[in-house]
């Protein structure tokens, strides 16, 4: 194994080693099979002095990427013969899966380490671990060894599948072990995964992100666009399928580059192909970037009956300068020209999106630009933050003269607009009935379901958990701006 602590120590560690700026090139990466043999056989941890199984504790921070991830990190430890925790004092192994696009979720991680301290005190057997966008930065990798040198593992986004062998070296090591690939070496498949949902399902079908956009440090943790084989996706869909689950999100950080790499197949192919799986209920996608977004896309979207009528489609400002500061590649023009291209296509669709205020340089006239935008496509919701600088991005360098307080103010403002549109949309499905795929209980209330209707949008409303995995129709009677409560009007089993 690779020990990068050396490296690290000497500043010799390059940040970005390895990565490719620019588009596309044919995938280099190699397709291999997880030897599941190897980690019974190598890995397989035994059992506690009283008897006991080992327990792991995974904390996730970030995206659906991550919360994948954690999935796949968790059928591992579960084949090393480990058994889950729910709590940090029973756990042996408790690991950070972290994120790394905004600074205040790193700033969390850093003191929830801190605070787990003291259970080393008390479990001299305890390892604690950091993995995910986190492990990627030199700067973190520093920040672990010099001051909290009682992390006992750190592996990087590339080096998921080697778990079990990291984890084994820490057990005999004084000293962390730290192994971070710059650059993915392989794309491995069939892990073993444990999905935390019995309903929904998440399907990689690309990793990593060549848009380099100049706020997002996630080119540089998660690497170039790879495109897993269409094959090896449907394999895995078609499985879910067998197995029940009714909703399926296929994911990538920028889904309609989907195959580029690969050169044999396009995103809109690819959903025509999932569509086409004899069984299958919904499928979903994100996320999708406005730059690529193809008629052909669009046009699949609209036709594939088991494709959901929601795009989630960032657009980050609405002002063209700071488009172009960005890095974002697409105008203000474009992407109003694409919704309406979009609507009309799929005319129930909805849209979401994400939006950063305060990006340097940014003015109020600029910012009114944002919310004019706003105003104008009637997004279904957003998902709004203050940007934040990422080390080693290129817009860190950008001079900034926005207030921190004048940042927040346009987070209120613009927050302000889209809640008032958000409950105005959600107000216009007053007395409608629609379709929900029931979820689970509510957490608060075991006499309320939740669910999605194919929109996603979140729906409440008093049943039995015998409908969960079941669409049924719901009259809506009470919407609010992130919910719409009401109540079922007939039930209708679906024949998987
Ligand atoms: N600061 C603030 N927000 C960011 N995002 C990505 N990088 C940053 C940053 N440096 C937001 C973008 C992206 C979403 C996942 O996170 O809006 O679409
Ligand atoms: Fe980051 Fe831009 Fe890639 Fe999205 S498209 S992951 S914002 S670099």
């Known amino acids: 194994m690779e020990n990068l602590v050396k490296l690290a120590r000497e500043g010799r560690l390059e940040q970005g080693l390895g990565l490719t700026f620019g588009t596309h090139r044919p995938n280099p990466v190699e397709r291999v099979a997880y030897d599941i043999e190897e980690l019974v056989r190598d890995y397989r941890v035994g059992r506690r002095a009283d008897g006991s199984p080992y327990r792991f504790l995974i904390k996730t921070y970030g995206c659906q990427m991550n919360e994948h991830d954690t999935e796949v990190m968790a059928g591992l430890l579960l084949a090393m013969g480990y058994e889950q925790s729910d709590s940090d004092e029973f756990a ?5 899966n972290t ?57 990087g986004t590339h080096n998921i599948h080697r778990l079990p062998a990291i984890l084994t070296a820490a057990k005999q090591s004084q000293e962390t072990v730290m192994e971070v690939w710059e650059k993915a070496a392989e794309t491995v498949e069939d892990i073993p995964k444990v999905r935390k ?57 920028n889904v309609n580059d989907y195959g580029v790499d690969l050169g044999t197949i396009t995103f809109a192919q690819l959903l025509r192909a999932v569509n086409d799986i004899e069984g299958i209920d919904r499928i979903r996608f994100t996320t999708s970037n406005p730059w690529n977004f193809t008629d052909d896309l669009i046009a699949a979207i609209a036709e594939c009956e088991h494709v959901v009528e929601h795009i989630h489609l960032p657009v980050q400002s609405g002002n063209n300068e700071i488009l172009r500061r960005m890095n974002r590649t697409h105008t203000r023009e474009y992407y109003l020209q694409l919704v309406n291209k979009i609507r009309k296509a799929i005319p129930n669709v909805s849209l979401t999106t994400d939006i950063i205020v305060g990006f340097p340089g940014e003015t109020e006239a600029a910012f009114q630009d944002t919310l004019s935008l706003v105003r104008e496509v009637q997004f279904d919701n957003a998902f709004t933050f203050i940007y934040s600088p990422r080390e080693n991005t290129p817009a860190a360098k950008f001079a900034d003269e926005v207030t921190l ?13 889209q809640y ?77």
């Open 92 to 96: 042996d192994f408790i690991l950070f």
């Open 99 to 155: 994120c790394a696009v905004r600074e205040n979720a790193e700033a969390k991680v850093f003191g929830e380490i801190g605070r787990l301290r003291p259970l080393k005190a008390k479990n001299p057997e305890l390892l604690l671990g950091l993995c995910g966008c986190m492990a990627q930065e030199q700067g973190v990798q520093k920040m672990v060894l010099e001051k909290f040198p009682w992390v006992d593992v750190v592996f």
């Open 197 to 253: 949902d019995s309903v929904r399902a998440w399907v990689n079908i690309q990793y990593g992100c060549n848009k380099f956009c100049t706020y997002c440090i996630v080119p540089y943790t998660r690497g170039r666009e790879r495109s897993r084989e269409p094959e090896d996706v449907i394999k895995e869909v078609r499985e879910l399928v067998a197995a029940g689950y009714k909703e399926i999100t296929l994911l990538g950080q």
């Open 405 to 417: 307080e004048e940042k927040k103010d346009r987070l209120r403002r613009l927050n302000d607009v």
């Open 420 to 496: 008032q549109i958000s409950l105005a949309r959600n107000q216009a499905l007053k007395g409608r009935v629609v379709e929900v795929l029931v979820e689970g209980e509510s957490k608060t209330n075991r006499e309320v379901l939740t669910g999605r209707t194919r929109t996603n949008h979140l729906v409440l409303f008093p049943g039995d958990i015998s409908l969960k995995g079941q669409h049924v129709d719901v009259e809506i009677t009470h919407p609010q701006t992130f919910l719409l409560k009401g109540q079922c009007v007939y039930r209708e089993e679906v024949v998987s």
